[in-house]
């Protein structure tokens, strides 16, 4: 009854979302852009086959026991499909992504940078430094892409068998490939900007979520074709109890189906996988703090307590992202030098998915990159000189030095569990891959880098959706948010 209940509200929060005028047309604004968005995906770069290029991706998913395509395949989910299909989208949003992190990543080594993030107005000076960063990153990468184009077996190795993508190489080809790359990542940037600014949830977050989610139109036949034909034996037995006779549901798939049992399995995993990221997302540890009496000129700023919440996976899904793909490098170095002997070809199969070197050294990397993450947008001598400088301290232990090193050791102690949550998700795809070749867009609903930002995202735009409902006096989509009577 109680599962019940919450469907119930669910469904009522949905449908008052349409009741307001404000938050319906910010809804339909950011349904229409990311449509908008999706088209980008498809509109391919003149001069380019891109139906080669696909055809090859798909080859890759169809004979694929690896349990993933590598980081090409990441970066084409990153980008909706667009980077295999050679369209104007191809480098999606990454280099905005890019220019935010090094940024991020610099303010707290170059000073005027970390001054600027804390003066008024400074944040939107970043801002405008992010786009001029991302525009020099777009045109870089834009070449670097050109070149791949041109000569793909360079990325692929020995295993492309495709043909030539680049019908007309030369100068302008490359001239037009980057202008027109560079074009796509600022036209989808500037959409996820408006759609901050008019729509609702994170833009730049909803671009890269949409391009994940229009991979599951891909995934669900390869689920129907893994057990379809198990699933129509079972209701072609029901119907024989019935009286219907036991070919009563044709099937006219794959001869050879997968264990009904696995598939239940698979549902019930990705239930726990959905439920314990939703729960590592929003966990947090909740500091006790306590403000003492204080007075500031004529005026007496009474005391209270309230706390600090230090978030359990306060690094995101960044580490996976550094992880990989730093990863890929060392994979592509050795297999270009596979040709000088056979050490090179066995080093190389060392960083491939499905060696266990491989999971050992990505698991390591994902944890020291939680680390290193923490460790530089996370300034506790900072936050206790504030604490003490605002009366601020923490009950049992004295303001400064000793704040300083009790944040730092629960930050280390709640980053360690993170951390380890981050392996888990991040290898359940690759391992699920191990196991009877599950095909890799079946399996990144199951974890890694798309499950984190999809839940992510969706719970930060369904809060925003919640607060314009609070605000309204409508119940909100869990619990009941409704003011009783007009005054």
């Not at 006790?288 to 209270?304: C, F, I, L, N, T």
């Not at 359940?428 to 609903?445: D, E, N, S």
Request: hydrophobic content about 50%.
């Amino acid at each position: 009854m109680a599962s019940d209940n919450h469907i119930t509200r669910m469904i009522a929060g949905f449908r008052n979302c349409f009741k307001i005028p404000e938050l319906k047309e910010r809804i339909i604004f950011t349904l229409l852009v990311l449509g908008f968005c999706r088209l980008i995906a498809w509109v391919p770069i003149p001069g380019l086959d891109g139906v080669e290029l696909q055809n090859y991706f798909n080859q890759l998913r169809e004979k694929q026991s690896e349990g993933g395509i590598g980081f090409m395949g990441m970066y084409s989910m990153f980008t909706g499909g667009a980077w295999e299909r050679c369209s104007i989208g191809g480098l999606g949003i990454m280099p905005y992504i890019s220019a935010t992190i090094i940024l991020q990543l610099m303010s707290p080594i170059i000073p005027r940078l970390s001054r600027l993030s804390r003066e008024e107005g400074g944040r939107v000076k970043i801002m405008q430094i992010g786009r001029v960063m991302t525009l020099f990153l777009c045109l870089g990468q834009g070449y670097v892409m050109s070149l791949g184009w041109l000569s793909p077996a360079t990325v692929f190795g020995g295993s492309w068998t495709g043909g030539a993508l680049v019908l007309n190489p030369g100068f302008w080809y490359h001239l037009q490939t980057m202008m027109a790359l560079t074009c796509g990542t600022l036209l989808l940037m500037w959409l996820g900007e408006q759609i901050t600014e008019r729509g609702i949830g994170n833009g730049v977050s909803l671009v890269i979520m949409i391009g994940i989610v229009a991979d599951l139109p891909r995934a669900l036949p390869m689920i129907w074709d893994m057990f379809g034909a198990q699933v129509i034996n079972y209701m072609n037995v029901v119907a024989g109890w019935l009286g219907k006779g036991a070919d009563y549901f044709p099937w006219s798939g794959a001869a050879e189906g997968r264990n009904i049992f696995e598939g239940v399995f698979l549902v019930l995993l990705l239930l726990a996988v959905v439920a314990g990221v939703v729960a590592v997302t929003q966990a947090q540890r909740k500091v006790p703090v306590q403000h003492a009496q204080r007075a500031v000129g004529r005026k007496v700023y009474a005391g209270g307590s309230s706390f600090m919440p230090l978030r359990v996976n306060y690094s995101g899904v960044m580490p996976l992202i550094f992880a990989q793909a730093i990863l890929m490098f060392p994979g592509m170095v050795l297999n270009a030098l596979s040709q000088y002997g056979d050490f090179f070809v066995r080093a190389a199969a060392w960083f491939q998915p499905g060696h266990p070197f491989y999971y050992f050294t990505y698991g390591m990397m994902i944890m020291f990159f939680a680390y290193f993450w923490v460790a530089t947008t996370f300034n506790e001598i900072e936050i206790a000189d504030n604490l003490k400088k605002n009366g601020g301290y923490i009950p049992g232990i004295r303001p400064g030095k000793a704040t300083s090193d009790f944040l730092h050791r629960t930050m280390s102690r709640i980053t360690f569990a993170g951390a380890s949550f981050l392996v888990i998700i991040a290898l359940i795809p690759m391992l699920l891959g191990q196991w009877r070749g599950i095909p890799y867009q079946v399996t990144q609903f199951f974890g890694g880098t798309s499950i984190l930002i999809a839940v992510g995202v969706t719970i930060d735009t369904m809060r925003q959706m919640e607060s314009y409902l609070l605000m309204r006096h409508y119940d909100g989509f869990l619990r009941k948010g409704r003011v009783r009577g007009r005054f």
